[in-house]
């Protein structure tokens, strides 16, 4: 399995090192359902891993724990449940080895959305002083 990075980058997870689990899925279907295991869960143990550096290795850990795990029950095929696990497993690799969003830079409101905000505020103000009582002079 081979896991593409935005910078280009490649590595693989060697199929002898991922486990996989069938179950039976729920849901309609009949006596296909209740009797074909097509449910898929798959793992995979980065800590345990030659495809990784120690640093990859460290941050998948950090991000999603001792085990990676996904899991694809919504086809009535294993084989196709096989391959959304698969590529969820991949997608969370990938999540967990991103690098971080930049900071975020603070900005101050415009000069026009404090306008905009004061004249809201001005209007709620009329709406409200229309709804009291009249005053008696």
């Known amino acids: 399995m081979t896991i593409r990075f935005t910078d280009g980058t490649t590595f693989s997870i060697p199929e002898d090192e991922l486990r996989w689990r069938f179950t039976t899925s729920g ?3 009949g006596q296909h359902a209740n009797r074909s295991a097509t449910a898929v869960e798959v793992f995979w143990d980065p800590a345990a891993s030659h495809a990784l550096t120690d640093e990859q290795r460290e941050k998948v850990s950090a991000a999603v724990g001792d085990e990676v795990s996904a899991t694809a029950s919504e086809s009535r095929s294993q ?59």
Request: charged fraction near 45%.
């Open 27 to 29: 849901g309609p279907g």
């Open 79 to 137: 084989w196709r449940n096989r391959q959304m696990a698969r590529r969820r497993l991949v997608e969370k690799v990938q999540q967990a080895l991103a690098p971080p969003p930049p900071p975020r830079r603070p900005t101050k409101p415009s000069r026009a959305a404090k306008r905009r905000r004061l004249d809201s505020k001005r209007r709620h103000s009329q709406k409200k002083r229309h709804r009291r009582r009249p005053e008696v002079d």
